[in-house]
T-cell receptor
Framework: AQSVSQHNHHVILSEAASLELGCNYS??????LFWYVQYPGQHLQLLLK??????LVKGIKGFEAEFIKSKFSFNLRKPSVQWSDTAEYFC???????????????FGTGTKLQVIP | DVKVTQSSRYLVKRTGEKVFLECVQD?????MFWYRQDPGLGLRLIYF???????EKGDIPEGYSVSREKKERFSLILESASTNQTSMYLC????????????FGQGTRLTVV
């Protein structure tokens, strides 16, 4: 079964600090990878996604993520965080089953980011 | 603007009650999902559906059932609510094929007393 691990549960940074959130998945086949963000009181929304091609993916609000296949990782980065980045971040993976064509989405446990002004 | 709508933001139910959580999407998506979100545990998949009347168990289906009679609607049913089902419930939908993201509803915070 596919699974996603996010090892940082709670991260506290000062504004302008650099951010890197770890994400590792366990599936040996072809995967599609996502980072979602949940701002306080809001619904989950997509930050960025990877399916093929350039392993460095750029998303909204200055976020980027790098897919490293050999490490089964898809870490999220931002060079300089802002107070408004305070949120919970979720990594997710999907794959396509050969028989059904439908896609189960598996999420990690999330990382709470707190940015101090 | 795409939309996933959950019928209630907050619900309080008594132990043993039958509880229905409703979710409607307006994007003609084939796939729909129910997750529960708990602090420190992230999002855990309860059930998903890839077509009308089709469903598959997720990672924590015990104590839950689902219904999908129409493409746009996916219901989560707690047959006999228990206090350990107090949680935030999230519905999502996603198109089959390609690399498309899931769209989420606002969530239903269910408290079982």
């Amino acid at each position: 079964a596919q699974s996603v691990s996010q090892h940082n549960h709670h991260v506290i940074l000062s504004e302008a600090a650099s951010l890197e959130l770890g994400c590792n998945y366990s599936y040996g086949g072809t995967v599609n990878l996502f980072w979602y963000v949940q701002y306080p009181g809001q619904h989950l929304q997509l930050l960025l996604k990877y399916f093929s091609g350039d392993p460095l993916v750029k998303g909204i609000k200055g976020f980027e993520a790098e897919f490293i296949k050999s490490k089964f990782s898809f870490n999220l980065r931002k060079p300089s965080v802002q107070w408004s980045d305070t949120a919970e971040y979720f990594c997710a993976v999907t794959r396509t089953r050969n028989s059904g064509g439908y896609q189960k989405v598996t999420f990690g446990t999330g990382t709470k980011l707190q940015v101090i002004p | 603007d795409v939309k996933v709508t959950q019928s209630s933001r907050y619900l309080v139910k008594r132990t043993g009650e039958k509880v229905f959580l409703e979710c409607v999407q307006d994007m003609d998506h084939e796939n729909m999902f129910w997750y529960r979100q708990d602090p420190g545990l992230g999002l855990r998949l309860i059930y998903f559906s890839y077509d009308v009347k089709m469903k598959e168990k997720g990672d924590i289906p015990e104590g839950y059932s689902v219904s999908r009679e129409k493409k746009e609607r996916f219901s989560l049913i707690l047959e006999s609510a228990s206090t350990n089902q107090t949680s935030m419930y999230l519905c999502a939908s996603r198109k089959t094929g390609g690399v498309t993201e899931a769209f989420f509803g606002q969530g239903t915070r269910l408290t079982v007393v």
